[in-house]
């Protein structure tokens, strides 16, 4: 089994910077492609940004596109998400997502994180 554990969430103001980090345990952690998704109240959950599991290609949505920078840390487990730039809209719970030898463009992963929460105030 993977098991994901997300940090680094918190308040900041628009225009801010956070950054996020997924720590993987369990198996070999540069065998998986991964990825961030996010999901605010009321809404369905969305891609953010996505690695590949040779770290050789990454995907953003085109919300993230130019303000967020997904890598990864294979000697670490470690994922991270650089956000700067930060709107009112990024304010979500972001999940950290793991798929075996999968790639940037993630639309099913095998294993989530319990997420963290990212609010972005005005």
């Known amino acids: 089994q993977v098991q994901l554990v997300e940090s680094g969430g918190g308040l900041v103001q628009a225009g801010g910077s956070l950054r996020l980090s997924c720590a993987a345990s369990g198996r070999i952690f540069s065998t998986y492609a991964m990825a961030w998704f996010r999901q605010a109240p009321g809404k369905e959950r969305e891609f953010v940004a996505g690695i590949s599991w040779s770290g050789g290609s990454t995907y953003y949505a085109d919300s993230a596109k130019g303000r967020f920078d997904i890598s990864r840390d294979n000697a670490k487990n470690t994922l991270y998400l650089q956000m700067n730039s930060l709107k009112p809209e990024d304010t979500a719970v972001y999940y950290c997502?793991?798929?075996?030898?999968?790639?940037?463009?993630?639309?099913?992963?095998?294993?989530w994180g319990q997420g963290t929460q990212v609010t972005v105030s005005s």
């Open positions: 997502a793991a798929r075996y030898l999968g790639a940037a463009r993630m639309d099913s992963p095998d294993y």
